[in-house]
C-alpha cells in the first residue's frame, strides 16, 4: 500500500484548512485501522495550526 499516496487522496477534495473537528478525528482513528481501545498520543506535525 502507497500511504503517502493514501494521505493525498484523504486530503484532496478537502475543503477545510483548519483544525478539524471530533468527527473528523474519529474518522482518522478509524481509516488508520488504530485499536480505539487504548490510550494513543497524536503528534499532529505540518497540519496548519495544529489547534
Known amino acids: 500500500m502507497d500511504?503517502?499516496?493514501l494521505l493525498v487522496d484523504l486530503h484532496l477534495?478537502?475543503?477545510r484548512q483548519g483544525p478539524?473537528?471530533?468527527i473528523?478525528?474519529?474518522l482518522a482513528v478509524e481509516l488508520a485501522?488504530?485499536?480505539k481501545n487504548k490510550s494513543i498520543k497524536i503528534a499532529?506535525?505540518?497540519c496548519g495550526t495544529g489547534a
Open 3 to 5: 500511504y503517502l499516496q
Open 13 to 15: 477534495d478537502g475543503k
Open 20 to 22: 478539524g473537528s471530533t
Open 24 to 26: 473528523a478525528t474519529k
Open 33 to 35: 485501522m488504530l485499536n
Open 44 to 46: 499532529d506535525i505540518g
